[in-house]
């Protein structure tokens, strides 16, 4: 393994979305406790804190050829899959909604992890399939994410549950499969949600949903961090007037996109998605240069659920999605979703650094610059 | 089929909806930002607490017991208030005690939320905080608030608002059934932080750091508990979720507008099987308890549906107004009753236990047909002693009385003469364990579970718990003497099992109270023997209960004598007991009256009521 080959650029904005989302943390004005200790200083630390065990698991996912994981893509599923059926069983509701396992002082989310493990078992299903032109091999991926998805939906975690849809999608689309037939699919599972609106889904879902069709019953928290987002102008409002901020509940996790829109204004908000925009281009490019099925899929696979996750958190920011208690990647605080993103990012890193170019002879005569690079390095391979 | 084209065409999809997004920001941050953001820049908001109204205590007719009304609070705009003196006046003339403390305590809230800022900010905060209306006193009457709202240039700083307020309409009656509710003292306010007691729910719609904003502007500081009786036995139910509310408000023009954030959940009713004219009528007849010195007595009651076990009243002759427990409270009123020595504030008949006696033989009996001790034509000759092993201490009541011995007697008989050889001989024969057995059976020394706090268990002695047993006791424990403790709900529960031809019932006082019944097989004929027994007892001449009235409605029972010691002076004041029930077929109420300390037996003092209670039940 190369230092070298690492890209750079994607493990750069990704450590920068951190930093901002720590910013945003830090600078957010504190709730105090009755014991008057600044509560978002204890967020801030405790990101910190989870920051570092991340970095490890970066490190970790990095490690080992990804490869090997193809071989293993079932076992994680398997787990992840038993741990959410027996979930009801080994704890009861927190909050009434969300599948939390606590662990010591932390809690651990089976549903985060679990889009990792689907991605993992989708790429080996779809890169060894060979039937995916035909109905009968549509079958399988989408029950394979369409399990865990449904589970997750009973918890009730609306928001991670309808991420799977797009993902089992997207990695069809890249495997080959019928244009058409997507179509299809997609038409058909537009018919099945307005019936389970009406028998599936618990009472505060359907007034979340209808709160965003109908604009007027926009709630309260949505209406805030709306008035927060705007009111940071073009530069920010640094500490405020007399240091008033925005009261937006539950501000440091789902609505911290609110936090850097209010405080560091229309610069910094879009500093923060073009960084977005980097990650989602790198993710591209590796996905289009890696020509071994599993790697692509598996940066596909990832890069959909992280892009799924940040349009939906920063539309609900910005008043154009529903709330659906979906983190921010990388930038919002809490343990599990700062893991499962620095996870994601470590097995896209491994991908891209696995990279054997393929080229035909035509892609010599064009003389791409992977190639101009990679030339002289197996020449030395070819030498010892 | 993989191809790299089909990779460009999602990412290109992809990056539509982020163009959309920093599209929206441009148009929210900088294009329509005004319009968005409006006066909202300049406003303050803070959430606080909307009180959920408690819900109501009614009887089994739908009176209300315990209510919340509106009431008229005043609150006090510091800045205005102190502006003159004469203002100070006219607040004295409504809220004359405590007035200094009072403003002491609002000055030492605005301190607290002082210290918590830095210095800088202080001077502003002291200054807002003195244009905040703060509560003064709570429930002011029609006629205050009337003045206080009609002449507002007279009382400057002052503002009526409407709060909610229990209220007992009944009063005394009942009160230790209803019970009352209290402030939430600092040991329990720090236990019931701890638990989010006060904030369920909250973490839904506020952030951890707001809900300790809450608790440390003291927002629930003076929620009130429920103290005794149902309240308390059914506080979970009764109050409800407090819900929680945004205030707007705007420093320039002082316009304030509510937001709903989480709506107030206001208490259930909980209706009661108690019917509080019954009630009423039974506390009339015990206030009038005398013994044959006479003297007052204190006196006790329990009215049971044998089947369902619902508790139609119950009633002490001594009690209290629950609202007097309503702040604000008076501490002198308060006084007189922790003072008071015949301790009204004790719900006697179920917190405290008493020495049984005789009507403790209803479960000899039972016990001894049951196991085959005795036969209903078993018969033991009563010639006033029990001689057994010729210690010659143990003797029939009649010796103490001078009255002629029983003589030959069957259980009925001794039933109804309450002859204690009769039960010697029974115990004796029996032996200590099968006593035991049916003791515990019947609930004995534990709780009935009855939906009220406070329940006593009472003692039911055995070898075990006192390692020095003699035979002494095991005689006392066959008569119901010695050690041995009841609560009148335990030998309501006991009759109601003879009326009823064997369910173990469990008395409640709230009409959806389930609980499984107990159901003990007795045999037809030691139901009849005891029955009969119990008959003879008011019906037939020389029964213990004879002229007590009862046989004018079929009422039967047992009376009970229990001495509570060897001097002369305990022995002439014994608690008397009567319990039994009406009418003869198919019964429908169990009576229980307890008087203690009451010179001239059961018979004579506790019968003789138990025939009122009876009588304003037939009516």
């Known amino acids: 393994m190369q230092v070298k080959r690492i890209d750079f650029v994607l493990l750069l904005a990704v450590l920068l979305l951190v930093g901002m989302g720590l910013l945003a943390l830090?600078?957010?004005?504190?709730?105090?406790?009755?014991?008057?200790?600044?509560?978002?200083?204890?967020?801030?630390?405790?990101?910190?804190?989870f920051l570092g065990v991340s970095m490890v698991a970066l490190v970790l996912a990095l490690l080992p050829n990804y490869l090997h994981a193809r071989k293993l893509a079932y076992v994680p599923y398997a787990l992840l899959l038993l741990t959410l059926m027996a979930l009801p069983f080994l704890v009861k509701a927190t909050n009434g909604a969300r599948g939390w396992i606590p662990i010591g002082p932390l809690k651990f989310q089976p549903a985060e992890v679990m889009k990792i493990a689907v991605v993992l078992a989708l790429g080996r299903w779809l890169s060894l399939a060979r039937n995916l032109s035909t109905w009968k091999g549509l079958a399988a991926p989408l029950a394979l994410a369409g399990i865990p998805a449904a589970i997750i939906f009973t918890q009730p975690d609306l928001g991670n549950a309808m991420l799977f849809f797009p993902v089992v999608m997207v990695m069809l689309y890249t495997a080959g499969a019928r244009p058409k037939h997507l179509a299809l699919v997609l038409v058909a599972t537009l018919v099945i949600i307005p019936v389970a609106y009406r028998f599936g889904m618990k009472e505060y879902q359907r007034e979340r949903l209808t709160s965003f069709?109908?604009?007027?019953?926009?709630?309260?928290?949505?209406?805030?961090?709306?008035?927060?987002?705007?009111?940071?102008?073009?530069?920010?409002?640094?500490?405020?007037?007399?240091?008033?901020?925005?009261?937006?509940?539950?501000?440091?996790?789902?609505?911290?996109?609110?936090?850097?829109?209010?405080?560091?204004?229309?610069i910094g908000s879009t500093l923060l998605l073009l960084l977005l925009g980097v990650?989602?281009?790198?993710?591209?490019?590796?996905?289009?240069?890696?020509?071994?099925?599993?790697?692509?899929?598996?940066?596909?696979?990832?890069?959909?659920?992280?892009?799924?996750?940040?349009?939906?958190?920063?539309?609900?920011?910005?008043?154009?999605?529903?709330?659906?208690?979906?983190?921010?990647?990388?930038?919002?605080y809490g343990g599990s979703s700062l893991l499962t993103c620095f996870i994601t990012a470590g097995l896209i890193l491994n991908v891209a650094m696995r990279w054997v170019p393929t080229f035909s002879s035509r892609d010599l005569d064009k003389g791409h610059r992977e190639i101009r690079e990679f030339v002289p390095q197996a020449e030395k391979w070819l030498v010892h | 089929m993989m191809d790299r084209l089909r990779v460009t065409v999602i990412a290109a999809v992809f990056f539509l909806p982020l163009g959309g997004l920093e599209a929206r920001l441009a148009w929210m941050q900088l294009i329509n930002r005004e319009a968005i953001v409006g006066r909202a820049l300049t406003s303050r908001q803070h959430v606080t607490v909307a009180p959920a109204a408690r819900g109501r205590i009614l009887d089994r007719n739908g009176k209300v017991l315990a209510h919340d009304e509106r009431s008229f609070d005043l609150w006090l705009v510091l800045d205005e208030f102190e502006r003159d003196a004469a203002?100070?006046?006219?607040?004295?003339?409504?809220?004359?005690?405590?007035?200094?403390?009072?403003?002491?305590?609002?000055?030492?809230?605005?301190?607290?939320?002082?210290?918590?800022?830095?210095?800088?900010?202080?001077?502003?905060?002291?200054?807002?905080?003195?244009?905040?209306?703060?509560?003064?006193?709570?429930?002011?009457?029609?006629?205050?608030?009337?003045?206080?709202?009609?002449?507002?240039?007279?009382?400057?700083?002052?503002?009526?608002?409407?709060g909610l307020r229990r209220s007992y309409p009944f009063g005394t009656a009942a009160a230790h059934v209803v019970g009352y509710i209290g402030r939430v003292n600092d040991v329990e306010y720090a236990r019931l932080i701890e638990q989010d007691y006060f904030t369920k729910g909250f973490d839904e719609f506020i952030s951890e750091g707001d809900i300790a904003i809450l608790e440390r502007r003291g927002a629930f500081k003076e929620k009130l508990l429920g103290r005794a009786g149902v309240e308390k036995s059914y506080d979970e139910r009764l109050r409800g979720r407090d819900g929680l509310r945004i205030l707007d408000r705007d420093p320039e023009t002082g316009a304030k507008s509510w937001i709903e954030l989480m709506p107030a959940v206001p208490g259930e009713d909980v209706e009661l099987a108690i019917d509080i004219d019954v009630q009423r009528d039974v506390e009339a007849i015990l206030a009038d308890a005398q013994d044959e010195c006479p003297h007052k007595i204190r006196a006790h009651a329990v009215v049971l549906d044998p089947v369902t076990g619902e508790i139609k009243a119950i009633a002490s002759n001594v009690g209290y107004d629950p609202n007097d427990f309503i702040p604000p409270t008076k501490a002198e009123k308060l006084k007189a009753y922790f003072d008071d020595p015949w301790k009204p504030l004790f719900a006697h008949a179920w917190a405290d236990h008493k020495q049984s006696g005789s009507v403790f033989k209803v479960l000899t009996a039972v016990a001894g047909l049951e196991e085959g001790a005795a036969t209903t034509s078993t018969t033991t000759d009563c010639n006033g002693h029990y001689d057994a092993r010729n210690t010659g201490r143990f003797n029939c009541w009649t010796v103490a009385s001078h009255a002629a011995p029983h003589g030959e007697q069957n259980v009925t008989g001794a039933l109804s003469h309450s002859c204690n050889i009769f039960f010697f001989t029974a115990g004796e024969k029996m032996g200590l364990e099968p006593m035991w057995r049916w003791g515990d059976r019947f609930g004995y020394g534990r709780k009935t579970g009855i939906d009220l706090p406070g329940e006593v268990p009472g003692v039911f002695p055995s070898p075990d718990k006192n390692p020095r047993w003699t035979r002494t006791d095991s005689l006392n424990l066959a008569i119901g003497q010695g050690s041995l403790t009841v609560t009148p709900l335990q030998i309501a529960k006991t009759m109601a099992a003879i009326a009823n031809g064997g369910t173990l019932v469990t008395?409640?006082?709230?009409?959806?109270?389930?609980?499984?019944?107990?159901?003990?097989?007795?045999?037809?004929?030691?139901?009849?023997?005891?029955?009969?027994?119990?008959?003879?007892?008011?019906?037939?001449?020389?029964?213990?209960?004879?002229?007590?009235?009862?046989?004018?409605f079929g009422g039967v029972g047992k009376t009970g004598s229990a001495q509570r010691g060897s001097d002369p002076r305990l022995r002439e004041h014994p608690q008397c007991w009567f319990s039994g029930y009406f009418p003869l077929e198919n019964p429908k109420y169990v009576i229980v009256v307890l008087c203690e300390e009451a010179k001239g037996g059961g018979g004579h003092v506790a019968a003789p009521l138990a025939g009122k209670i009876a009588e304003r039940l037939c009516r």
């Open chain 1, 26 to 49: 830090w600078s957010y004005l504190p709730p105090t406790n009755l014991k008057n200790e600044n509560l978002a200083a204890n967020h801030f630390m405790k990101q910190a804190a």
């Open chain 2, 87 to 162: 203002t100070r006046a006219g607040v004295e003339l409504i809220a004359k005690e405590g007035l200094q403390e009072e403003l002491e305590s609002i000055y030492e809230r605005i301190n607290c939320a002082m210290d918590l800022r830095p210095d800088r900010e202080r001077p502003a905060i002291f200054r807002r905080e003195r244009r905040t209306p703060y509560l003064l006193k709570r429930a002011l009457n029609f006629e205050q608030a009337y003045a206080i709202e009609t002449a507002p240039d007279r009382f400057p700083g002052c503002l009526i608002r409407e």
């Open chain 1, 279 to 332: 990650i989602f281009w790198r993710c591209a490019k590796i996905a289009a240069r890696t020509t071994e099925p599993f790697g692509r899929l598996l940066v596909v696979g990832l890069a959909t659920f992280l892009a799924m996750q940040v349009f939906i958190n920063v539309g609900m920011n910005l008043g154009v999605a529903p709330i659906t208690g979906l983190t921010l990647p990388f930038v919002s």
């Open chain 2, 507 to 552: 008395p409640h006082v709230a009409r959806d109270f389930r609980m499984p019944a107990e159901r003990v097989p007795l045999a037809p004929a030691t139901l009849d023997a005891i029955r009969k027994g119990l008959a003879d007892c008011t019906h037939v001449r020389g029964g213990t209960a004879y002229d007590s009235g009862m046989s004018k």
């Open chain 1, 213 to 266: 069709l109908f604009a007027d019953q926009t709630s309260y928290q949505q209406m805030q961090s709306i008035k927060a987002s705007a009111a940071g102008g073009l530069a920010g409002r640094g500490f405020g007037e007399d240091g008033v901020q925005f009261y937006v509940p539950e501000r440091h996790t789902d609505f911290i996109y609110s936090i850097v829109a209010e405080q560091y204004g229309f």
